[in-house]
């Protein structure tokens, strides 16, 4: 936790001993609700054990409970039983860092991750990269985050790949100390192609090559899964190539960004993959539940954590 706050810690024991029973509670069935088979599970955890079941997985307050503000999310992710959040940027003018760093630990979470806030590295000059890398993870230090997201790798028309990915490279290394004095984790994050035209890395191979060659313990991967399976598939075998460079996991089902256990991937296995790999990170749930349905897919969640430790 980013706070020491006595409240904070009385809350969410009091949320984590109440969660089974408060999930439990929720098996009544209406049209685009949970039903009751979705919601049961195998014998109610007590809050500790909840808890402890849940410690590596940081739920997204961006897509889970988008009809509620921002500051609610952070209450219904502790009533579900996690301890840790992430979110993405701050730049907008409501998003104040301390503001939402309190509202966090008055729910009794800690925000583990976000973005950071950066131009296009491939076409903006190394100072206004670097100045705005700057501000912000200063932002960042105060909301508190350890892992901050850099993306970044829009195409330039007229480039040439690998003239952008140089570009991408040479930003990136100069402002790696940035992230070295602030102590938060920069992670390089590719996209794919579907979900996200326009870019110019795709898949892990160009962002592994480019954290290797930095070879900074604050500089590695965002291994989102979900892009990693839409943009070239072969899922554990690209992680095991590149496991040395994954400093943070994003799951979310293919192909339609929904939680494990709603498509094509099998969380199970790859999850237990990269763990019998030696990641010991933590596991971001970057993936938006049907509204109205967050309790069966953290139920969902909860199975999928089962299995891994079976």
């Known amino acids: 936790m980013t706070s020491n706050n006595s409240s904070s810690l009385s809350r969410r024991t009091l949320l984590l001993a109440s969660v089974a029973t408060s999930l439990s509670a ?5 049209q685009g609700k949970a039903t009751g088979s979705e919601l049961e599970h195998k014998g109610a955890l007590r809050g500790d054990e909840l808890q402890d079941l849940l410690s590596i997985y940081a739920l997204n307050v961006e897509t889970w409970w988008r009809d509620r503000p921002l500051a609610k ?13 992430e979110m993405w940027g701050l730049n907008s003018t409501d998003r104040a860092p301390a503001q939402l760093r309190q509202a966090a630990n008055d729910a009794g979470v800690e925000i583990l991750h976000c973005t950071v806030d950066v131009p296009d590295f491939a076409n903006t000059s ?8 700057r501000k912000s993870l200063d932002q960042i230090q105060i909301l508190g985050a350890r892992y901050a997201t850099i993306v970044a790798h829009a195409n330039v028309e007229g480039m040439s790949k690998p003239d952008m990915l140089a570009a991408y490279r040479d930003r990136l290394r100069e402002i790696t100390p940035l992230f070295e004095a602030a102590g938060v984790m920069g992670l390089v994050e590719p996209f794919n192609p579907y979900n996200h035209p326009g870019h110019f890395m795709y898949g892990a191979g160009d962002a592994v090559e480019i954290c290797r060659s930095i070879d900074s313990p604050n500089i590695k991967l965002n291994w989102d899964l979900f892009h990693m399976q839409r943009a070239e598939g072969n899922v554990v075998y690209e992680l095991e190539q590149g496991i040395d460079q994954c400093g943070y996991l994003q799951i979310a089902d293919s192909p339609h960004r929904r939680e494990p256990g709603t498509g094509e991937m099998n969380y199970a296995f790859i999850l237990s993959e990269a763990l019998s790999l030696g990641y010991s990170g933590p596991i971001g749930l ?25």
């Open 26 to 30: 929720c098996a009544t069935v209406s």
């Open 73 to 85: 999310r952070f209450d219904a992710a502790a009533k579900a039983g996690f301890t840790q959040v």
């Open 126 to 133: 190394a100072q206004k990269v670097y100045d705005a890398a």
């Open 286 to 310: 970057e993936c938006f539940p049907n509204e109205g349905r967050e309790t069966a897919a953290v139920r969902r969640v909860i199975e999928l954590a089962k299995s891994i430790e079976s």
